[in-house]
């Protein structure tokens, strides 16, 4: 039974001014088989929530605790926490150049199993993920994020979370930049990550029409570092139709 448990966690970043506390407290707890989605306005410390639980060494954690299966993150390196199976989709995705796609996902799935896999099945697998996120097969021989397209910077971020299966994956505004069609293609390559057992979502998002096409099992709104409120589906309705004005107002005080 997979269980990401985020508890009471601090975060500071450095600025001009000294450290600044964004995560003032935040507590959730992913099951696996849950979406939890995460909408908040820009600044709440979504992203800082993401990139902390990945290991970012731009974000400093000073207090509380993130474990995977009992397993403290915290204390992991970036590449033993992939291991451990979190996985991040990045909001805006890095250019590599000289990388094959190809090349990257296959030293990626080394790293993460730690043997590599079979040629001749691997390929197989690559071409299957980039058919299902409408990717043609050259795809895989271009530099990776060099010169794509949001939607296909977007879609190459779940064709990883495909072959890689991780354990919980923290997907930070997958739905940004991308058109109706991009969008529906991302979100079925989620929800078929979903369909696997043992599988949890972190979902981080401004908008609900990503929530159209892949159910959350909550929904929280994310206000000055901290969970202002909880619910269901019904919860991302109510932002849609109100905005944040009343967290932010709340938290203000």
């Known amino acids: 039974m997979t269980t990401l448990d985020i508890k009471d966690l601090h975060v500071t970043v450095e ?3 000294g450290p600044k506390e964004i995560l003032k407290g935040v507590t959730l707890t992913i099951k696996d088989g849950e979406t939890h989605a995460i909408m908040g306005p820009n600044g709440s410390g979504k992203s800082t929530l993401a990139y902390s639980i990945a290991g970012h060494p731009k974000y400093t954690v000073t207090g509380g605790s993130v474990t995977l299966d009992g397993a403290d993150v915290l204390a992991m390196s970036v590449d033993e926490r992939a291991r451990a199976g979190l996985f991040l989709a990045m909001q805006y995705p890095v250019e590599v150049p000289g990388v094959s796609v190809s090349n990257f ?3 990626a799935k080394t790293a993460i ?7 001749r099945t ?3 697998d690559v071409n299957t993920a980039l058919q299902a996120l409408d990717l043609d097969p050259t795809f895989g021989t271009r530099s ?3 010169g794509f397209s949001g939607g296909e910077k977007k879609r190459h971020e779940i064709a990883q979370l495909e072959l890689l299966d991780p354990k919980v994956a923290v997907l930070d505004e ?3 930049g991308l058109d109706i069609d991009a969008l529906k293609v991302v979100a079925e390559g989620v929800n078929r990550f979903r369909a696997r057992e043992g599988k949890g979502v972190l979902l981080i998002t401004h908008y609900t029409r990503i929530l159209r096409y892949i159910e959350p099992t909550f929904v929280h709104v994310f206000v000055d570092g901290k969970v202002a409120e909880s619910g269901g589906r019904e919860l991302a309705d109510q932002l849609e139709a109100e905005g944040y004005d009343k967290y932010v107002r709340t938290a203000a005080v």
């Open 15 to 17: 600025t001009e001014d």
């Open 105 to 107: 996902l296959r030293t």
């Open 113 to 119: 199993d730690g043997e590599a896999p079979k040629l």
């Open 122 to 124: 691997w390929v197989k």
């Open 144 to 146: 990776v994020n060099e």
């Open 174 to 176: 997958t739905d940004s």
